[in-house]
C-alpha cells in the first residue's frame, strides 16, 4: 500500500523553460551560442549541487567570459523560466492530500532561487516539505539524495511513489528502491496511481 508520493517539482508541478528569460532581450543565435557553448544543463546541474551562482559566474568568466551577458541575464529574469502550473498537477495534489497522503518533493534546484517556485505554481506549497538539491548539496541522479529523502522524512521506499520527468532520475530511484514513475502528464500519473490501488477520481 502507497503512504506517500514525492513529487519532482519542475515540469511536474512546475512548467521550467530556460530559455524563456532571454525572449525579447538577447538575439536568438546568442541564445544558442550561450547553451552550446557552456553545456548548459552540465553547468546548470552544479547549481542544483549547490554552487553558488557567484561561484558561477567567476567560472564562466574564465572558461567563457563572452557569455557573461547571457547568464547575468538568465540570472535576473529567473522567474521568467517558472511559465506557471503544469496542468492537472495542483487538482492531483489536493486530491491525494484529501486521500490523506504524505505528500513531498524532491527537486534538484538552486538554492538562491527556489524561493520563486511556489508563486509560479502554488501546489508546490500544499507539500509537507520540499528536499531541494542545491541546499542539500547533493543532486538527482545520485543516490547519497534518494538516501537522504527517505531519512530525512522517515520514508519506505518501497511504499512512496516517486515521480520525475527524467528518465535518468526515475531509474535512480528505482534503483534506492522506490516505486518510481516516469512523469509524462498529470492524467497519466493519476491512473498510475489508481492502477496501484489509491481511490482517485478519474479526469
Do not use: C
Not at 551562482?53 to 540570472?75: I, T
Not at 534546484?109 to 517556485?117: D, I, K, P, R
Not at 518501497?158 to 534506492?176: H, I, L, P, Q
Amino acid at each position: 500500500m502507497i503512504d506517500t508520493v514525492v513529487f519532482d517539482l519542475g515540469n511536474v508541478l512546475v512548467r521550467w523553460d530556460p530559455r524563456r528569460p532571454f525572449v525579447g532581450r538577447l538575439p536568438a543565435r546568442e541564445v544558442e551560442a550561450f547553451f552550446t557553448d557552456v553545456d548548459f544543463l552540465a553547468f546548470n546541474h552544479h547549481q542544483d549541487a549547490g554552487r553558488s551562482w557567484a561561484d558561477a559566474r567567476a567560472a564562466l568568466a574564465r572558461s567563457d567570459p563572452e557569455h557573461l551577458p547571457a547568464l547575468d541575464l538568465y540570472v535576473e529574469h529567473f522567474a521568467d523560466t517558472l511559465a506557471g502550473p503544469v496542468p492537472g498537477s495542483e487538482r492531483l495534489v489536493r486530491d491525494l492530500r484529501a486521500l490523506g497522503l504524505r505528500l513531498l518533493g524532491l527537486t534538484n534546484w538552486s538554492a538562491e532561487t527556489f524561493h520563486l517556485a511556489e508563486p509560479a505554481a502554488p501546489a508546490i506549497g500544499l507539500l509537507e516539505d520540499v528536499l531541494v538539491s542545491g541546499e542539500a548539496g547533493v543532486a538527482k541522479p545520485d543516490p547519497r539524495v534518494f538516501a537522504l529523502l527517505a531519512r530525512r522524512y522517515g520514508l519506505e521506499p518501497g511504499r512512496t511513489v516517486f515521480t520525475d520527468d527524467s528518465a535518468t532520475n526515475v531509474a535512480a530511484a528505482a534503483a534506492a528502491g522506490f516505486d518510481a514513475v516516469l512523469f509524462t502528464t498529470a492524467e497519466a500519473l493519476r491512473a498510475d496511481l489508481v492502477a496501484r490501488g489509491l481511490a482517485l477520481a478519474r479526469t
